[in-house]
């Protein structure tokens, strides 16, 4: 019976835990198909009345955000990519192989996750004004292929430990090469913890607004989250339109969050965030 009680009463606490995280969200939704009027009026309406779905198409009307999300789906998509190859790889290479001075590189490696990236914000933004990458998608996309980030490394890593060597081991047997091993075995294997780095990154990327803004200038390669900025004025206060132009940047993290979450949280858990 207490075990009962106990049981019920944490299913309270995080039926309620949820509502107060939703909360944001729904009203985000609500906003966006209220007239302008009804946005902080007291007692706050939760229930548009009228739907106002013309908010979206205002939304449209007021600024360009169907290029500026074709470019934040041209920088997720290749971003994306060149994670998932290169992170791959590197955990391939801590994982699998031996060579000396492995173990040093892998520390070396998880010690630049201590590092705050407005350390290396100036001399990425000379490196890039020097090869006349500014104002071009270039500094948003080819780093995510020099490696794909220390986190996804590991987390890519730490799956790639919980595979038996028997597999590596009877493939040289058979003359494959380390490339092939990779490709054919160790790849194929590793979709749960591929899907949770791609999650990690497709949200990163998709929501970057520091990088955007400091390396896109002109109005036509803006992003989605930087030009959502256009939204907000002083002499322009209407939080229904930014909020219907706001759901375009939810709804794509919501959709692969949903489709791609048992994958997702099957990835992390065979990670070392378990402690493995």
């Known amino acids: ?47 548009p009345d009228p739907v106002r ?18 470019n934040t789906i041209t920088i997720t998509v290749f971003a994306l990519i060149g994670t998932l190859l290169t992170c791959s790889l590197v955990a391939y290479g801590f994982a699998r192989l031996r060579f000396p001075g492995r173990n040093v590189l892998f520390v070396l490696l998880l010690s630049t996750m201590m590092l705050p990236d407005v350390v290396t914000l100036v001399p990425q933004f000379v490196l890039f004004k020097s090869l006349g990458w500014v104002d071009t998608f270039l500094p948003l996309i080819v780093p995510s292929f020099l490696g794909g980030g220390a986190f996804n490394i ?44 791609g999650i990690f990154s497709f949200v990163f ?13 002109s109005e036509g390669n803006k992003t989605l989250a930087l030009g959502l900025r256009a939204f907000i004025s002083p002499t322009d206060a209407s939080w229904n339109i930014s909020m219907a132009a706001s ?27 378990q402690g493995r």
């Open 53 to 70: 779905f013309a908010n979206y198409l205002d939304a449209f009307a007021r600024a360009p955000l169907f290029v500026w999300l074709t």
């Open 154 to 197: 590991f987390l890519v890593r730490q799956f790639y430990l919980t595979i038996p060597r028997d597999f590596d081991e009877a493939a040289r047997l058979d003359g494959a090469s380390n490339w092939r091993i990779w490709w054919h075995i160790i790849l194929p294997l590793s979709r749960p913890v591929l899907i949770a780095v």
């Open 1 to 47: 019976m207490i075990a009962l009680v106990k049981r019920g009463l944490l299913y309270v606490f995080m039926a309620a835990l949820g509502i107060v995280f939703l909360t944001p969200m729904l009203w985000l939704a609500s906003t966006s198909l209220k007239e302008q009027g009804q946005v902080f009026a007291y007692p706050p309406v939760f229930v």
């Open 247 to 273: 759901m375009f940047l939810v709804i794509p993290v919501l959709l692969v969050f949903f489709v791609a979450q048992r994958s997702f949280i099957r990835g992390v858990v065979m990670t070392g965030i």
């Open 205 to 217: 990327h998709w929501n970057d607004f520091l990088a955007p803004l400091i390396y896109l200038q």
